[in-house]
């Protein structure tokens, strides 16, 4: 029997994020990274999204309010990606984060793809990438994709930004 294998159309529609402050969270994918805000619940819930779409990322303080981070040596999310439709608008990013002197904590060329990494106001980890075309994806001698984390070339990305 074949294995069943998921739709290649499938994507991942949204994320829900527990957070302490409402109005940070906001302050953070609002105003910083320049997600629209769709929807409020009273003062414990807000939707946003790119492009109003119903929400890419939805942020509540039903659980959390108030609360610490979690753990960071403990199970949950890693990190949520944020995928840019272009190198140009990756380094537009880029460049609004430096502007407003938000941390980044790390950076890197995977083949495939370009990342900024970072961390949002309750420290859930945060991707900000664009890929690569596919044909410009680097295969293995077999054909397979060949990942790999190396430096990323901040300034020739920032030069995008202005171009």
């Known amino acids: 029997m074949t294995p069943y294998t998921i ?19 906001l302050a953070f994918y609002r105003d910083l990274l320049g997600f629209e805000l ?49 190198r140009r608008d990756l380094a537009i990013a880029l460049q609004r984060l ?10 890197s060329d995977h083949g495939v793809s ?3 990494y970072l961390n949002d106001p309750d420290q859930n980890g945060v991707e900000l990438y664009w890929d690569r075309p596919r044909e410009q994806w680097p295969l293995t001698a077999d054909g397979q994709i060949e990942m790999y984390t190396r430096s990323l070339d901040l300034h020739g990305l920032l030069a995008e930004a202005a171009s």
């Open 38 to 86: 769709i929807t409020m619940y009273g003062d414990q819930a807000a939707f946003v999204s790119a492009g109003g779409y119903h929400h890419h990322i939805g942020l509540n303080t039903w659980q959390s309010k108030g609360g610490p981070p979690a753990p960071v040596r403990a199970a949950g999310l890693f990190h949520t990606a944020i995928l840019y439709p272009t």
């Open 7 to 25: 739709p290649a159309q499938t994507r991942i529609g949204h994320i829900h994020l527990k957070v302490a402050d409402l109005d940070r969270a």
């Open 114 to 116: 370009e990342a900024i």
């Open 98 to 107: 430096i502007e407003a002197k938000y941390p980044i904590t790390g950076a």
